[in-house]
């Protein structure tokens, strides 16, 4: 498939556990973002890379979160000794860089359960 | 501090009927405002988007209204089919958030055969 794959899909972690969450952009995709959605909620941004560059890591709720993407092309989330609260599903999303809106393509999320 | 705000967590609607979801964004210097679709264990997928500098934007049987000096943005769907049936989020970009999207708490759309 063509779209944006994360994995692994369902992940439990217990307490204190790190975790890392692997997304691949649509080829080509220069733009890749993370975002947070939990329960009952809209997603959050997280951080945001253009090409290898983390341009944006504003959102990103502590310092126990990572987010890398060493060779411009998939990305990895990391989560250090997580946290009950850390339990949502992470979404990635890719984009095209033209002029004007970019569309963001979604990946189908990680559904992190913090134990 | 919400800037999108979508006060109607449920919509019922009829089949062939018009549905309408609402939003309400707090910030006047975004450049798109954007609706997605969410199915269950799926991703959003983009809707129908319209840029800040227009107030109407029609995609087949889907048409998003925006009125700037309300900081209101509309999505219209007529007519309604079941395969409708999910949460629909609406979302802003631009100005200074640059390209991250900032997305409304949803809406979730139940349409009745």
């Known amino acids: 498939g063509a779209g944006v794959s994360q994995s692994p899909r369902y992940k439990v972690a217990k307490r204190g556990q790190d975790v890392a969450l692997r997304c691949d952009p649509i080829?080509?995709?220069?733009?890749l973002f993370w975002y947070q959605q939990a329960l009952g909620q809209g997603p959050e941004f997280l951080t945001y890379?253009?090409?290898?560059?983390?341009?944006?890591k504003s959102g990103l709720p502590s310092d126990r979160f990572f987010a890398e993407r060493p060779e411009g092309s998939v990305s990895t989330l990391k989560i250090q000794r997580t946290q009950q609260e850390d339990s949502a599903v992470y979404l990635c999303?890719?984009?095209?860089?033209?002029?004007?809106?970019?569309?963001?393509?979604f990946g189908p999320g990680t559904r992190l359960t913090v134990l | 501090d919400q800037q999108v705000k979508q006060n109607s967590p449920s919509l019922s609607v009829q089949e062939g009927r018009i549905s309408i979801l609402n939003c309400d964004y707090t910030?006047?210097?975004?450049?798109?405002f954007l609706w997605y679709k969410k199915y269950p264990a799926e991703g959003p997928t983009f809707l129908i988007s319209?840029?800040?500098?227009?107030d109407k934007n029609e995609d087949g049987r889907f048409t998003v209204f925006l009125n700037k000096s309300a900081k209101h943005l509309s999505l219209h769907i007529v007519p309604s089919q079941p395969g409708d049936s999910a949460v629909y989020f609406c979302?802003?970009?631009?100005?200074?958030?640059?390209?991250?999207?900032?997305f409304g708490t949803g809406t979730r759309l139940a349409v009745r055969p």
């Open positions: 999303a890719s984009s095209l860089v033209l002029a004007g809106y970019n569309e963001q393509f």
């Open positions: 910030n006047s210097m975004f450049d798109y």
């Open positions: 979302a802003v970009q631009g100005g200074s958030s640059g390209d991250k999207l900032t």
């Open positions: 890379f253009q090409n290898e560059a983390q341009l944006d």
């Open positions: 080829s080509g995709h220069v733009s």
């Open positions: 319209i840029s800040s500098i227009k």
